[in-house]
């Protein structure tokens, strides 16, 4: 009896160390998901969910909270600061945040700001009721607690090639005519804007938009587009022959300096 209780304990341990879910983000960290979660893994970070509380893990290219800071906006997202921002170990930063729900309470979302030895850092941000509020920041800690980073895959060629450039696209064509203008900053922050225009026996037309954020270069070789919005684009990078061109998603691009 003894040696069969001890062998259910020992499977019942294995059991709850297998039940976590490893995740490796190719920015460069790992960590990992209680069981009770689902997840989905995207270019723009990782999403989990236990029906319960919304858990958001991605990476950021801040050198400092300072720097974060100044890029968050609270406010846009209808957000207010709840409390103080605490201090983590190794400069890292923890703060809550709520906005009223049109059901009635709070939404309350828990940010942990953690940053890398090899650069940039990662996001874990948990969201929930009122009412589980409590056990979703001592949930949002243990993961931000026990995520370990890694040395990121190789990106830094076309990090290298493109930081601190100009990228355009021109196309023209049966009336037709589009320019679109990237602009990649080298502290990682990028502006777009884009001018379409046609023209045909049925009559003309123009547009214009553009939008700003924060872009990165997965290890895979795609440029990921960050806008302040929410929204994101991914761009698949290929060398071409010039030296000063490049393919994102199979277009032409001329590269300059900025």
């Not at 945040?97 to 090899?118: C, H």
């Not at 698949?236 to 691009?253: D, I, Y």
Request: proline share 3%; hydrophobic share 40%.
């Amino acid at each position: 009896m003894k040696k069969l209780l001890t062998g259910l304990l020992a499977l019942l341990l294995m059991g709850s160390l297998s039940a976590q879910t490893l995740v490796r983000d190719p920015a460069g960290f790992q960590f990992e998901v209680p069981p009770n979660f689902q997840v989905k893994q995207e270019p723009a970070g990782t999403t989990c969910t236990d029906g319960k509380n919304i858990l958001v893990v991605k990476s950021h290219t801040f050198s400092s909270f300072q720097a974060f800071a100044a890029d968050a906006n609270l406010a846009r997202d209808g957000f207010e600061l709840v409390g103080d921002v605490r201090e983590l170990p190794n400069n890292g930063r923890h703060f809550r945040a709520s906005r009223a729900n049109s059901q009635g309470g709070y939404l309350i979302a828990d940010t942990f700001v953690r940053f890398s030895p090899y650069g940039g850092g990662s996001l874990v941000v948990i969201l929930s009721d009122s009412q589980h509020a409590e056990q979703a920041y001592y949930t949002g800690q243990a993961i931000s607690d026990k995520l370990q980073f890694t040395q990121p895959a190789a990106a830094n060629i076309w990090e290298q090639a493109l930081a601190g450039k100009h990228l355009l696209y021109l196309y023209t064509g049966n009336g037709y005519s589009e320019r679109f203008d990237l602009y990649l900053f080298a502290d990682r922050s990028f502006s777009t804007r884009s001018d379409i225009s046609s023209l045909s026996v049925n009559g003309s037309g123009a547009a214009a938009g553009g939008g700003e954020g924060r872009w990165s270069i997965t290890p895979s070789g795609q440029l990921l587009l960050a806008f302040h919005n929410g929204n994101h684009q991914v761009y698949q990078l290929t060398p071409r022959q010039a030296s000063n061109e490049v393919g994102l998603n199979g277009k032409r691009f001329f590269v300059t300096s900025l």
